[in-house]
C-alpha cells in the first residue's frame, strides 16, 4: 500500500478528479465511489486488477492510500494457461509425440503475458497521477 499526501485539498475533489481520469479513458472503469475511497477496474478486455484509493483529511492536507489488488489477474489468466496446456496434452497425445517444448513455450508466453499485463496497469497508474490536476471536473 503507498501513501501520498497532497497539499490544500479536500478528499470529496480528490476521489472527483480520479472518477473523472477514470472516466475518459477506455482501460480504467470506476466500481465503487464512496465518500473517502474509491475502487478503480483496470481492463485490458477483462478487468486484472482493482485499484484502491482511501482518503484521509488531516488538516489542510490530503493523506492518500493506494492499493492494487492483483487477485483478478491470476483469476482470470491461469485458466487460459491451464487451456492452453491442455490443447497442448490434447495434440502430443494424438500426433503420439511428447514434446516438452511446447509445454515450455506456452508457459514462457504466459509469463510474457503477465508481465505485459502488469506494465500496463503501472502506465495506467502513472498516467493517472500525472493527469491528477490538469484535469477540470
Given at each position: 500500500?503507498?501513501?501520498?499526501?497532497?497539499?490544500?485539498?479536500?478528499?470529496?475533489?480528490?476521489?472527483?478528479?480520479?472518477d473523472?481520469?477514470a472516466?475518459e479513458?477506455?482501460?480504467?472503469?470506476?466500481?465503487?465511489?464512496?465518500?473517502?475511497?474509491?475502487?478503480?477496474?483496470?481492463?485490458?478486455?477483462?478487468?486484472?486488477?482493482?485499484?484502491?484509493?482511501?482518503?484521509?483529511?488531516?488538516?489542510?492536507?490530503?493523506?492518500?492510500?493506494?492499493?492494487?489488488?492483483?487477485?483478478p489477474?491470476?483469476?482470470?489468466?491461469?485458466?487460459?494457461?491451464l487451456?492452453?496446456?491442455?490443447?497442448?496434452?490434447?495434440?502430443?497425445?494424438?500426433?503420439?509425440?511428447?514434446?516438452?517444448?511446447?509445454?515450455?513455450?506456452i508457459a514462457?508466453?504466459?509469463?510474457?503475458?503477465?508481465?505485459?499485463?502488469?506494465?500496463?496497469?503501472?502506465?495506467?497508474?502513472?498516467?493517472?497521477?500525472?493527469?491528477?490536476?490538469?484535469?477540470?471536473v
Amino acid at each position: 500500500m503507498k501513501k501520498y499526501e497532497y497539499l490544500a485539498l479536500k478528499d470529496h475533489e480528490f476521489i472527483k478528479m480520479i472518477d473523472a481520469i477514470a472516466r475518459e479513458r477506455n482501460t480504467l472503469k470506476v466500481k465503487l465511489r464512496e465518500e473517502n475511497q474509491i475502487t478503480i477496474a483496470c481492463q485490458v478486455a477483462i478487468p486484472v486488477a482493482f485499484i484502491k484509493f482511501f482518503v484521509n483529511q488531516e488538516g489542510d492536507n490530503l493523506i492518500v492510500h493506494r492499493k492494487i489488488a492483483w487477485w483478478p489477474l491470476f483469476a482470470f489468466t491461469i485458466p487460459l494457461l491451464l487451456v492452453l496446456e491442455g490443447i497442448m496434452v490434447g495434440i502430443s497425445f494424438a500426433i503420439d509425440n511428447h514434446v516438452i517444448f511446447s509445454y515450455i513455450l506456452i508457459a514462457l508466453a504466459w509469463v510474457i503475458l503477465i508481465v505485459f499485463i502488469a506494465y500496463q496497469i503501472f502506465d495506467e497508474l502513472d498516467l493517472l497521477l500525472k493527469k491528477l490536476y490538469r484535469v477540470k471536473v
